[in-house]
C-alpha cells in the first residue's frame, strides 16, 4: 500500500556530485526512520545513511563527509546529497521507508555509476 519511487541517478564523473530523491506515495500515515542502501554487483546490500524523524542521521563511514541524508517530512521524501564521489561509490541505490505501525517499504533502486 506504500510506494515509494527513485531519481536523480546516473554517470558522474569522478569527484562530481549527484542528489537522489525517494518520494513515498500510498496509504501513509507516520514514517519513522528513512534512509538508503547501496549494492554493487556481487556484493551484499550495506546501509549509506539513516535519518530518523527528528532529523538524526547516520553516516556509514564510507560516505562521512561526502554524503548527507536529510528529508522533507511534509512531502514524504528523502535526499542523498551525494559530493566528492569516485568509483566505489558505483552501485544500485536503494532507498526505504519505516512506517510506525508495522512494515518497511522499499524504492525500485537508481543507478549510480563513476567513471572517467
Known amino acids: 500500500q506504500v510506494q515509494l519511487v527513485e531519481s536523480g541517478g546516473g554517470l558522474v564523473q569522478p569527484g562530481g556530485s549527484l542528489r537522489l530523491s525517494c518520494v513515498a506515495s500510498?496509504?501513509?500515515?507516520?514514517?519513522?526512520?528513512m534512509g538508503w542502501y547501496r549494492q554493487a554487483p556481487g556484493k551484499q546490500r550495506d546501509l549509506v545513511a539513516v535519518i530518523s524523524r527528528e532529523g538524526t542521521t547516520v553516516h556509514a563511514d564510507s560516505v562521512k563527509g561526502r554524503f548527507t541524508v536529510s528529508r522533507d517530512n511534509a512531502k514524504n521524501t528523502v535526499y542523498l546529497q551525494m559530493n566528492s564521489l569516485n568509483p566505489e561509490d558505483t552501485a544500485v541505490y536503494y532507498c526505504?521507508?519505516?512506517?510506525?505501525?508495522?512494515?518497511?517499504?522499499w524504492g525500485q533502486g537508481t543507478q549510480v555509476t563513476v567513471s572517467s
Open positions: 526505504y521507508a519505516d512506517l510506525q505501525y508495522g512494515g518497511r517499504a
Open positions: 500510498g496509504s501513509i500515515f507516520t514514517i519513522l526512520d
